[in-house]
């Protein structure tokens, strides 16, 4: 083209060339300025509905350039049997703003994964040049087993058992001096311990403190259960089971003990669950260690002396619940959903 634009003396053909010449160094200059100003980091969100999650990579170019193009792999993998899955991500990002590429991670198996970026590919719009960021993140996330529909119902002398606890009722009084409810002036039939003799005395009339009530956890629920001998089928009915009757449970405010014996410590495990953050602490920690079996009700007496409890739940590997020693159900592992909801427990 420049030998053209010399024979004819073309300034078009001329000018035209040195854009040519000029066009891919500008574009490779500006690819490099993009990728040295991209930052990344990796998000993971349940989609409500469903058993999916989506997988998202959000980007941030604070460069003055455009990137058309950028393309990346998300490697998932699961921490417990090392299964891979493998998302593909693509798009585009403007200058000086934010933008998401998004996957779906379609039904994955229940237990701890990671997520984990190791690069990915800038392009220029004409598709000239290709530069490659390194990345280094990763982000584990909790993938808890199904949880159904069931008709668990938590009974009055199970709400009104005090057992000893740090954690009080916000809304239920009690006999328990330690915490108080509310303050309030006072009626007719107060009893005189009730009365905050400091307070009445300071506001020259008669005070009143209502105690609150002590939310211990009144329903312990063992997991009889030998991680190495159950095979897949039977494990994921297993664990279905459990978070649906422990979600059920904390949705209804009835605070519980999960129990395991950990083979490797011959000893019995607990975790307290009261809220969501601690069934998610009790998965992590029950997938990092092989459970056994043992008499649970003998060992849990002599391992926790003085505790008192007003329900038991004994979840067995053979798939059968029994409660307060009362056999109520054998699960079926292709019926779980529909044995669930049929069930009727009162705890």
């Known amino acids: 083209?420049?030998?053209?634009?010399?024979?004819?003396?073309?300034?078009?053909?001329?000018?035209?060339?040195?854009?040519?010449?000029?066009?891919?160094?500008?574009?490779?200059?500006m690819l490099w300025s993009v990728r040295r100003h991209l930052e990344g980091r990796i998000t993971v969100s349940l989609l409500p509905g469903t058993g999916d999650y989506r997988i998202r990579f959000c980007l941030e170019n604070k460069s003055p350039f455009y990137l058309p193009d950028i393309r990346m792999k998300i490697l998932l993998k699961n921490k417990g049997n090392g299964k891979v899955h493998k998302i593909r991500l693509a798009g585009d990002v403007c200058p000086g703003q934010k933008a998401e590429l998004t996957g779906i991670f379609q039904s994955p198996e229940f237990g701890l994964w990671q997520a984990e970026c190791r690069k990915c590919f800038c392009y220029d719009c004409l598709g000239l040049f290709r530069l490659k960021k390194e990345w280094k993140?990763?982000?584990?996330?909790?993938?808890?087993?199904?949880?159904?529909?069931?008709?668990?119902?938590?009974?009055?002398?199970?709400?009104?058992?005090?057992?000893?606890?740090?954690?009080?009722?916000?809304?239920?009084?009690?006999?328990?001096?330690?915490?108080?409810?509310?303050?309030?002036?006072?009626?007719?039939?107060?009893?005189?311990?009730?009365?905050?003799?400091?307070?009445?005395?300071?506001?020259?009339?008669l005070i009143v403190a209502e105690t609150s009530m002590p939310m211990g956890c009144n329903v312990v629920v063992f997991?009889?259960?030998?991680t190495?001998?159950?095979?897949?089928?039977?494990?994921?009915?297993?664990?279905?089971?459990?978070?649906t009757l422990s979600q059920e449970m904390v949705n209804q405010e009835c605070f519980h003990?999960?129990?395991?014996?950990?083979?490797?410590?011959?000893?019995?495990?607990?975790?307290?669950?009261?809220?969501?953050?601690?069934?998610?602490?009790?998965?992590?920690?029950?997938?990092?260690?092989?459970?056994?079996?043992?008499?649970?009700?003998?060992?849990?007496?002599?391992?926790?002396?003085?505790?008192?409890?007003?329900?038991?739940?004994?979840?067995?590997?053979?798939?059968?619940?029994y409660v307060n020693d009362r056999f109520l159900i054998q699960i079926i592992p292709e019926q779980v959903k529909r044995q669930l909801l049929e069930l009727e427990l009162m705890v």
């Not at 058992?161 to 009626?187: C, I, M, N």
């Not at 997991?223 to 030998?226: G, N």
């Open 257 to 321: 003990f999960l129990v395991w014996y950990e083979k490797e410590t011959g000893r019995l495990r607990r975790r307290a669950i009261r809220e969501q953050e601690d069934l998610t602490e009790f998965w992590n920690e029950i997938l990092q260690h092989e459970t056994g079996r043992c008499l649970f009700l003998q060992e849990y007496e002599q391992e926790f002396r003085g505790e008192l409890f007003a329900s038991v739940i004994l979840w067995k590997q053979e798939l059968e619940l």
């Open 223 to 226: 997991l009889d259960v030998d």
């Open 228 to 243: 190495g001998k159950m095979d897949r089928k039977t494990g994921i009915a297993c664990w279905e089971v459990l978070h």
């Open 1 to 29: 083209m420049v030998y053209a634009a010399i024979l004819y003396n073309s300034r078009g053909l001329l000018t035209l060339a040195g854009a040519a010449m000029l066009l891919p160094p500008f574009f490779l200059c």
């Open 137 to 205: 993140e990763t982000l584990q996330f909790m993938v808890f087993p199904s949880c159904y529909e069931t008709n668990l119902k938590v009974g009055i002398r199970t709400r009104l058992f005090q057992s000893d606890s740090s954690w009080y009722h916000p809304r239920t009084g009690g006999d328990d001096p330690a915490e108080v409810l509310k303050l309030r002036e006072y009626r007719r039939g107060d009893r005189m311990n009730q009365i905050h003799w400091k307070l009445s005395a300071k506001n020259e009339e």
